[in-house]
């Protein structure tokens, strides 16, 4: 994709509906699952985002009959005749998510050879517990060349992770999928993804019980067969148009979301004073007034989601008060709060924790996403702004949100994409 800036004429209220695409990261997981089944599977309600473009590159390249439908949201995946478990480095550093392809092969054919994966860079982002999974399960893992490679007949095993990982969770559960015998996964993620990825591996033949809670049990199968799944909507997409509504002073209804899956924020919104209704499958968030300062710290699910730490922190730079955002998941995710300085907002960053003072006006300015959920947050920002805002690296917030930009132009924002010169260098591709 070509280097482009996003254009924002700030100041306007966001009002009417629209709806919530597919889960990212469900999608990222599932994906790659699909690799463990003998036959096809068809995937519904995929989002259009460029990190599933990266993975079905991956895909393809390992030899995985692959046909995606972006305007039907919905791709089948063939992965009965794989030519390489090899999984290049040009092609893993390309996103996180890469990771989980570590799991699928070692699990299928007891042999992966993957590069170390990419993704935001939010400070040290190590894959230990992944690969402490995978050695319980009877693999042995060493260094080539910078790749990893996993090797081993797997079989079933007692495993707690020393913390809360959302990667490691699903990767170990693909993998223990077709282990032989029982896994036990203790100190297990519970986040909605992980829910829907053990959705799906039960969908085509699985036995997993207790995705959502902290503690899997897998019953490892020979083998797993294929079927079609349709993926959960984006939790965090939801969360992000849901504060750009608050933030603009909007009214706004999403349709096609969980509002179980919202309630940190929900919250976190009803405490600023931000009005957020919900019944079935829709949210309406309307602000008429202005909003409060609040205290803000982000846990593992059912807690306040880190990566809606970002565009919630936009929010709170014209709260009334001083608020206080505690970041306890990643070590370095406060660079959008260095960049919406330049818009006129007033932050303090100590280690892990930031104190947002609230001020009446933000000012557009030129800024540079620092990686996905910052992107948005500049996103958020510039809407709220008075004047233009331009956000460089903006390539980077179509890894994760599927035309970001149109759904807000549908509720009145003013966005547009502008190419950008070759010589013009925002952060480096770190995602
Ligand atoms: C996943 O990242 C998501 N990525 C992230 O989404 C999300 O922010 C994160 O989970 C937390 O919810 C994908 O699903 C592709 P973790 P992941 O393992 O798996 C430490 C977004 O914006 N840790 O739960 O990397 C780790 O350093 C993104 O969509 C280890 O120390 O997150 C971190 O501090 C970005 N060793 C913490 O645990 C390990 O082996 C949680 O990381 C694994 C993790």
């Known amino acids: 994709m070509p280097d482009y800036k996003l254009v924002i004429e700030g100041g306007r209220e966001l009002r009417g509906e629209t709806y919530v695409s597919g889960g990212k990261n469900t999608s990222l997981a599932v994906i790659p699952a699909t690799l ?16 599933v473009r990266a993975l079905v590159q991956i895909l393809r390249h390992l030899g995985a009959g692959v046909e995606w439908r972006p305007d039907q949201k919905q791709m089948q995946v063939d992965p009965a005749k794989l030519r390489t478990n090899t999984v290049p480095f040009r092609l893993s550093q390309k996103m996180r998510a890469s990771y989980y392809l570590m799991g699928a092969l070692l699990g299928r054919y007891g042999y992966a050879r993957v590069g170390y994966p990419g993704g935001c860079n939010l400070g040290s ?62 100190n297990c993620a519970r986040e909605p993804h992980i829910v829907d990825t053990a959705n799906f591996l039960n969908r085509i033949g699985a036995r ?53 899956h919202m309630e940190a924020l929900t919250a976190k919104l009803l405490e600023m ?3 957020v209704t919900s019944r079935d ?66 932050s303090v960053i100590n280690g892990r924790v930031a104190y947002i003072e609230g001020v009446p006006e933000l000012h557009g ?26 956000i460089y690296n903006s390539e980077t917030i179509a890894r994760g949100y599927e035309h970001l930009e149109n759904k807000l132009n549908a509720l009145g924002g003013s966005i547009r994409r502008e190419p950008v010169a070759s010589d013009v260098y925002g952060y480096a591709n770190s995602l």
Do not use: W
């Open 36 to 51: 463990l089944a003998e036959h096809p599977c068809q995937l519904d309600n995929l989002p259009d985002i460029e990190d």
């Open 125 to 186: 982002r190590p894959i230990d517990q992944h690969l402490k999974g995978f050695r319980a399960l009877g693999a042995q893992i060493r260094e080539e060349n910078g790749m990893v490679v996993l090797e081993g007949k797997l079989r079933g095993a007692k495993i707690n992770f020393d913390m809360v990982t959302v990667g490691g969770t699903i990767n170990v559960m693909l993998a223990a999928c077709r282990a032989e015998g029982d896994t036990v996964l203790t």
């Open 281 to 346: 499958d829709i949210i309406t968030v309307q602000l008429r007034q202005g909003h409060r300062a609040i205290r803000l710290s982000t846990q593992e699910y059912p807690g306040f989601p880190t990566d809606l730490q970002q565009p919630m922190s936009a929010l709170l730079t014209r709260a009334l008060g001083t608020s206080e955002v505690i970041e306890n998941i990643f070590d370095s995710r406060f660079k959008h709060l260095d960049e919406m300085r330049k818009m006129g907002a007033k």
């Open 365 to 390: 300015a030129p800024v540079t996403a620092p990686d996905l959920r910052g992107g948005a947050a500049l996103v958020i920002a510039g809407l709220m702004a008075r004047g233009i805002t331009e």
């Open 273 to 275: 004073g931000v009005l």
């Open 208 to 260: 997993i019980r207790g995705a959502g809670t902290d503690t899997i049990r897998i019953r490892g199968m020979s083998k797993l067969n294929g079927g079609g799944y349709t993926v959960i909507p984006d939790q965090i997409e939801t969360g992000t148009l849901m504060i750009a509504a608050a933030a603009t002073r909007g009214d706004v209804t999403l349709h096609g979301c969980i509002p179980t």
